[in-house]
């Protein structure tokens, strides 16, 4: 016995056993909280930039109320998370040319004299 066409001229499949529908139900529930906890980490990473907070997986996971093992296990996100970090990072590196080597004394003339060479120790006389 064939099995009849629908409307569309497809053939149709016997009707689904309660069993399926379940697992299909579980499988997209599973889907659409993992798209959520998804769209979560984009709205922290962007609440985190917009308030200039340093971007770090811990951060992150904070902001958006997701695990750490998320973010880690999420290849697109682990990446953008790294990609800020590494970013945020070089950004807040001062060239060694561009340091000073002011040691916080207010009179120029005075400079270096509050360092101690390697070997030296400071005692006191009594």
């Given amino acids: 016995m064939q ?8 053939q149709e499949h016997e009707p689904r056993r309660a069993g399926d529908r379940r697992v299909e139900a579980l499988r997209k529930a599973a889907r659409d909280k993992r798209e959520q906890a998804v769209q979560h980490a984009e709205n922290g990473i962007r609440r985190l930039i917009k308030e200039n907070e340093e971007i770090t997986f811990r951060s992150v ?23 800020l970090r590494s970013q945020e990072q070089s950004a807040t590196r001062i060239p060694a040319e561009t340091t000073s080597i002011d ?3 207010a009179d120029p003339s ?16 009594m």
């Avoid at 099995?3 to 497809?10: D, K, M």
């Avoid at 996971?61 to 990609?83: K, P, Q």
């Avoid at 005075?110 to 006191?124: D, I, M, P």
Wanted: proline residues 2%.
């Fill in 3 to 10: 099995t009849p066409l629908n409307a569309r001229g497809v």
């Fill in 110 to 125: 005075l400079k270096g004299q509050g360092q101690r060479s390697a070997g030296s120790t400071l005692c006191r006389e």
């Fill in 61 to 83: 996971a904070r902001a958006a109320g997701v695990s750490l093992d998320f973010l880690y296990a999420h290849a697109d996100l682990r990446r953008r998370i790294e990609t």
């Fill in 103 to 105: 040691d916080g004394t």
